[in-house]
């Protein structure tokens, strides 16, 4: 094909002087709209050769396919091929020394094209990945950075390349002199990775786990596993975007493990005063057992493996084992108990451990203080009385009340 008929065209116009430059200007305005022509042409093929071809393809392929921009990005080779294929017929005679630039711009912007459609297919495996039941305990979102990052440097040296008319290998043999730069301008990219792969094949961390790190702020669930940052959103909604190698070099903890079992530990303390324990006489144990209970006093002392005389804290403490055991909401088949702890300035703890069986926070709180709450209301029946510091306002009435009767007293 060539476009003697603009020449011609002109020609008819009057312009003489200035035909040649004319010639190409009204040539190339001709190519570069073919050029579009072709590119709304093999997008509207495209676009239509996906509906009918995945119309009854699986959601994830449709959707890695379409969402990822690979059909739309491999449109953009149509102009290519026009403009490639009409600079030695555009380009002759006194502009033929415009090939050769022209061909070098003409062959980067291939490069990057093609690129783009590599990256756009990494993009369809990480899309079609995240649909597979292994993309939450090995996410790939860090591997995928890595192959784009690599396609993206290859494009750099391939460009520079063409540019300078050499062999991509003359620029590769001096790529070792330049590793220590490279170390040095990468070194969070290569940490990263490094660690990524290494949470990917122990499975240390996925996707919606709950994870914590007291000293970087972080508490909450993990949103995405990157290739330089892992993005937490903890549970006030603040997102915390993580260097991820800090999740290899620092220890955190993992709540997943907590979640899948499905119970939550609790671990709290009833502060005892040491004032209030002392041993129960015969007819207060007899009606505590029966009370709380429902046996007989010798029933109760067998079953626990006790004898007389018994103390207070050790009734109330096999009530709240009884308590725990009974309890709907802990989970009966992991370890569950209350236990006196070491006795400290503010009164002897009684531990509560026990699992709920709820993990989500409100109703896991929820269940942890009605425990809290029943056994505090019923320590009094034992003859307990929980510690408590006694603020200002009561020492100063105490103090008062004191004054007062010495006063009253001396006057008598």
């Not at 190519?31 to 995945?54: E, K, Q």
């Not at 969070?188 to 970087?216: C, K, P």
């Not at 892992?230 to 709540?255: A, C, G, M, R």
């Not at 009561?394 to 009340?401: D, L, P």
Request: proline content about 3%.
């Amino acid at each position: 094909m060539n476009f003697e008929f603009v020449k011609e065209w002109l020609a008819k116009l009057g312009i003489e002087g200035k035909l040649p430059e004319l010639d190409l200007i009204v040539s190339s305005l001709l190519v570069l709209i073919g050029c579009y022509i072709s590119y709304v042409v093999a997008r509207w093929v495209i676009n239509h050769a996906i509906d009918r071809v995945l119309s009854k393809a699986p959601e994830r392929w449709y959707n890695s396919l379409v969402n990822s921009g690979f059909f739309k990005r491999c449109a953009n080779l149509a102009p290519i091929i026009v403009i490639h294929n009409f600079i030695p017929i555009l380009f002759i005679d006194d502009f033929e020394s415009w090939q050769s630039p022209l061909r070098t711009v003409v062959g980067v912007y291939l490069t990057w094209v093609i690129t783009s459609i590599l990256t756009a297919l990494a993009n369809v495996v990480s899309i079609a990945y995240d649909y597979s039941y292994k993309a939450r305990e090995v996410p790939i979102t860090g591997v995928i950075q890595v192959a784009k990052l690599i396609l993206v440097l290859m494009a750099i040296i391939i460009t520079v390349a063409i540019i300078m008319n050499k062999s991509p290998m003359y620029l590769l043999s001096g790529f070792g002199a330049m590793t220590a730069i490279l170390m040095v301008v990468f070194r969070d990219t290569l940490m990263g990775f490094v660690a990524g792969v290494q949470l990917a094949t122990n499975r240390m961390v996925a996707i919606g786990d709950w994870i914590e790190l007291s000293d970087h702020g972080v508490d909450g669930t993990v949103q995405e596993v990157g290739l330089i940052s892992v993005k937490v959103q903890n549970w006030d909604k603040t997102i915390v975007f993580l260097p991820t190698y800090i999740l290899i070099h620092e220890s955190f903890k993992n709540w997943q493990g907590m979640v899948n079992t499905g119970g939550r530990r609790m671990r709290r303390s009833l502060m005892i005063d040491l004032d209030s324990s002392r041993i129960l006489s015969d007819e207060e144990l007899e009606e505590v057992a029966e009370k709380h209970f429902d046996q007989s006093v010798e029933d109760w002392l067998s079953e626990n493996e006790l004898q007389k005389p018994v103390s207070n804290l050790t009734v109330f403490r096999v009530f709240a084992n009884n308590y725990l055991r009974n309890h709907k909401q802990v989970r009966e088949d992991l370890l569950h108990m209350a236990r006196l702890m070491q006795p400290t300035a503010a009164g002897i703890p009684l531990e509560i451990y026990a699992f709920a069986k709820e993990t989500e926070w409100t109703k896991y709180e929820a269940i942890q203080s009605s425990i809290l709450e029943y056994l505090y209301s019923v320590m009094a029946d034992f003859g307990l009385k929980n510690y408590q510091y006694m603020n200002n306002n009561q020492a100063f009435s105490e103090q008062s009340g004191e004054g007062t009767h010495s006063q009253s007293n001396s006057g008598h």
